[in-house]
């Protein structure tokens, strides 16, 4: 790839975190079915540990990472809060900077007119 080929975007991550692989099948089919997602990556189980309601929980989770653009962020997390089974559901924006032109113009596309990454 050449300097001139990687671009800044508008381009963002929402990091969710999901109790399993049925709920990531959720929320990162959904998401792209609405055009609010481009695509999704699952990652496998991780564990979290958090306070809740003062004592220290452990727990198994994956990651659903969600491409959008910065603008399309902010109703791709409401829609996630909606079909997340968690209280408080992590979700997360992850402004992005550059990324190699033909990916971002990938993305644009499979976000239709709801969004300009670039």
Not at 13 to 38: C, H, N, Q, S
Not at 41 to 49: C, D, F
Not at 74 to 103: F, K, M, S, T
């Amino acid at each position: 790839m050449t300097p001139d080929a990687f671009h800044a975007s508008q381009m963002s991550f929402l990091y969710v975190t999901v109790p399993d692989m049925e709920t990531a099948r959720v929320i990162a089919g959904g998401a792209i079915r609405e055009k609010l997602a481009a695509c999704a990556n699952v990652l496998p189980q991780m564990t979290a540990i958090y306070e809740w309601d003062g004592d220290v929980e452990e727990e198994n989770e994956l990651i659903v990472i969600l491409k959008t653009s910065h603008a399309t962020a902010p109703a791709l997390a409401q829609w996630v809060e909606q079909h997340h089974p968690y209280e408080v559901p992590c979700v997360l924006e992850i402004p992005l900077g550059r990324g190699n032109h033909d990916y971002v113009s990938w993305l644009q596309k499979q976000l239709g007119s709801k969004s300009r990454l670039m």
